[in-house]
């Protein structure tokens, strides 16, 4: 089995700045894509970011320029730095892995999610 462990999470003003990790645990060959998503009250998951194995990243409009994805491949961990946080940031949010187990089974795991509240 696979678990993925979200923190980092919090309050925090408008402008400010946050960064989440995402570790993966368990019995565990590799990992593929990883990826960040949200939720705010009232709608649907959406896409934050997301980095292959490589390191190729992919971002959702909104939040270009402000947020950063980054990985580390020896410690199954995925990241995902906010800078200049707006109050419509405000969401849980969860992390996603696309996961090849140790018996060379794939299948995606997700986070239990984190809340972040961007408000003054």
């Known amino acids: 089995q696979v678990q993925l462990v979200e923190s980092g999470g919090g309050l925090v003003q408008p402008g400010g700045s946050l960064r989440l990790s995402c570790a993966a645990s368990?019995?565990?060959?590799?990992?593929?894509?990883m990826g960040w998503y949200r939720q705010a009250p009232g709608k649907q998951r959406e896409l934050v970011a997301s980095?292959?194995?490589?390191?190729?990243?992919n971002y959702a409009d909104s939040v270009k320029g402000r947020f950063t994805v980054s990985r580390d491949n020896a410690k199954n961990t995925v990241y995902l730095q906010m800078d200049s946080l707006k109050p419509e940031d405000t969401a849980v949010y969860y992390c996603?892995?696309?996961?090849?187990?140790?018996?060379?089974?794939?299948?995606?795991?997700w986070g239990q999610g984190t809340q972040v509240t961007v408000s003054s």
């Open positions: 368990g019995s565990i060959f590799s990992i593929n894509n």
């Open positions: 980095i292959t194995r490589g390191g190729s990243t």
């Open positions: 996603k892995a696309d996961v090849v187990s140790s018996m060379f089974t794939s299948r995606e795991y």
